[in-house]
């Protein structure tokens, strides 16, 4: 394992920032993998330093195929996690929003340049990253519908969904975006915790890149082969709004069969207490994504659904 | 006339409205009318347009029966980061500026975007209130991607401000409200003023004069206005930005719309805990400081100013 210093950011008032890649095998930059570019992604820390830990002893036993490397940087933004902040420390601007970066610019497209100089000519780019509303999502891989992203390559992930959206113009900044302009094979994991250390999640995930490293043949390791993954496009999940706010109570989790017309949560009055929206399934579908947090605002998506026949 | 443009069930016993209140002609509408909408307050700490938005109606309703079109005030697009002193949107710390045009089946921040573009369809002229962030000081200015520089220069050059700048088009900046607000028609100015958390007085009269100006040029004013002063006009390649080269704290040796020569100290970043100069900043051409950093630390890559040639 080699020990890589990418950036350093001065500071009068605070120890310095060091953003570092850890760097496995020798030869081709075959696959980067990035962790916490915000400062609650505390799962996406946990599962970087969990393969950084796994990637030493396969570099031991040889395991790390020849003329392949592999770098994983744990954080590119340590000093907003140190003070419970999602965003930059002081201007509160997002690190996954100021890619490629400029390297004469402001603080965080410094940061970004100094985290994608060093991480843009790898073949294959693996993002743990997070969404900007609070919830939890059915483990997957995300990708852009950029022109240069591929499908059946995500599904080496093994997964339960490969999902592709369209791309917005607020996206055009982030590293997925960006790592596949300068044609690396970009992908985006996503798992069912953010600011909380979820083992059982990030188990599915360190899986799911041993899984896609193996069988791109970049290291040597035998593990369960995950699932025949579903490709989803994003158009084609059911969103499921209230109309009105109050204390949610939900009744049904990620990766729950519904039936059209069942109850998937309540919404309660904060002050008597009595149900004013009872929220049923649209259709036949899973639960792909549910909102999380206690109370609600009014036109709050609370689920995304992907529907199914389910005909029994 | 007061009206609710959007509304949105806050979990506890409250109702979040987006407000703007219409000002119509004394003899009332014949359907012909032409009409101005004021918006600001999409960043919460942006506060310079409260000001205008006060100025703007106290002057009209001191001579209503000049007022011969709409106009539309909307002092708060993002009135809970107004009350909160938050730029973004609480609770999501997502930036207003970048949904746009949201979307009717969209989260809450996506839903009220979708309703304010619906509601400000139509206008003949949107002038979009900036008051940049709590670090920087701007001049008045108008910013104007050049895409939509044909329609909206003639515009810009009535509303009495000091430097229009033409930017080069980035699609990051199609999530605005500028922009989505242009590519469908609706012709939208962007004044960027002040500094964050404050509100400059003279520069809020400057712009009331000058909206007031364009009004009269639109037909929605018959009363008298001041002529509006000549703008620079320029584009990107006129424009040198410094950064700061080391953290401390900033003091600038220069006045904010003064001239610089090249070589001149902008400023230096001093070290309080050794008492040393972190850096000696100099001016890398002939111009005016536009922009000037306002809050005092700084960072490695902080904007210092902003220097038009």
């Known amino acids: 394992m080699e020990e890589k210093l990418l950036f350093e950011l001065d500071s009068v008032y605070r120890d310095n920032m060091r953003i570092k890649g850890f760097s496995f095998g020798k030869g081709e930059k075959s696959v980067c993998i990035v962790g916490a570019t915000r400062g609650n992604e505390v799962q996406q820390v946990y599962i970087c330093s969990q393969l950084i830990k796994i990637f030493r002893q396969l570099e031991k036993q040889g395991k790390i195929k020849e003329n392949k490397s592999i770098m994983v940087v744990p954080t590119a933004n340590s000093y907003s996690m140190n003070i419970a902040k999602r965003f930059w420390s002081t201007d509160n601007t997002d690190i996954n929003r100021m890619f490629p970066g400029y390297n004469l610019g402001e603080t965080t497209q410094r940061i970004a340049a100094g985290v994608f100089e060093n991480v843009n000519d790898y073949e294959y780019g693996i993002q743990f990253t997070s969404f900007y509303m609070q919830g939890s999502f059915i483990p997957h891989v995300r990708m852009m519908k950029t022109g240069f992203e591929n499908v059946e390559l995500a599904k080496d992930f093994g997964l339960p969904y490969v999902f592709r959206r369209e791309a917005r113009p607020y996206d055009t900044t982030t590293l997925n975006y960006n790592w596949q302009l300068w044609e690396t094979k970009a992908f985006s994991v996503y798992t069912n915790a953010t600011d909380s250390i979820d083992v059982a999640s990030a188990r599915e995930a360190i899986n799911a890149v041993l899984n896609f490293l193996n069988k791109n043949e970049i290291i040597e390791y035998s593990c369960h082969q995950g699932y025949v993954s579903q490709f989803i496009e994003g158009h084609t999940l059911v969103n499921v709004k209230s109309n009105v706010s109050g204390i949610f109570i939900r009744y049904k989790d990620v990766n729950t069969r519904v039936t059209k017309g069942d109850t998937l949560a309540e919404i309660i009055d904060p002050h008597t207490g009595l149900p004013v929206d009872t929220i049923k399934s649209p259709v036949n579908g899973i639960v792909f994504f549910h909102a999380d947090q206690p109370v609600i605002y009014s036109q709050a998506p609370l689920y995304r659904i992907i529907p199914t026949d389910d005909l029994y | ?309």
């Not at chain 2, 987006?18 to 999409?42: A, C, D, F």
């Not at chain 2, 089946?105 to 900036?130: Q, T």
């Open chain 2, 1 to 309: 006339m007061i009206q609710t443009i959007a509304s949105v069930g806050l979990p506890i016993d409250e109702t979040l409205m987006i407000k703007k209140n219409r000002l119509i002609p004394q003899s009332g509408l014949n359907g012909n009318e032409k009409r101005i909408s004021i918006v600001t307050g999409t960043h919460g700490d942006e506060l310079e347009g409260q000001y205008v938005c006060f100025e703007l109606q106290r002057r009209i309703k001191e001579n209503y029966s000049a007022l011969k079109g709409i106009v539309d005030v909307y002092p708060a697009l993002n009135p809970l980061g107004i009350d909160s002193i938050t730029r973004g949107i609480p609770a999501f710390d997502l930036d207003m500026n970048r949904i746009f045009p949201g979307s009717e089946n969209g989260s809450m921040p996506e839903y009220i975007a979708s309703k304010i573009i619906g509601d400000l369809i139509g206008s003949d002229v949107v002038i979009d209130i900036h008051a940049s962030n709590i670090f920087l000081k701007e001049i008045p200015q108008v910013r104007i991607n050049e895409l939509s520089r044909d329609v909206l220069v003639p515009y810009a050059k009535l509303i009495n401000v000091d430097y229009i700048w033409i930017h080069s088009s980035a699609t990051v900046l199609e999530s605005t409200l500028a922009y989505s607000l242009n590519s469908i028609g609706t012709p939208t100015l962007v004044v960027e003023m002040g500094v964050g958390m404050r509100i400059t007085k003279n520069y809020g009269d400057q712009l009331v004069d000058g909206i007031f100006a364009l009004m009269k040029e639109l037909g929605i004013w018959s009363g008298e206005t001041a002529a509006p002063k000549t703008p620079i006009i320029s584009e990107d390649g006129e424009v040198s930005f410094i950064n700061a080269g080391s953290s401390g704290v900033f003091l600038p040796s220069v006045e904010h719309w003064k001239n610089v020569k090249k070589g001149d100290c902008i400023g230096k970043i001093l070290n309080p805990l050794t008492g040393e100069v972190n850096e000696t900043i100099f001016a890398q051409n002939d111009g005016i400081v536009f922009t000037l950093r306002e809050y005092p630390i700084v960072s490695e890559g902080s904007l210092i100013a902003r220097i038009l040639a």
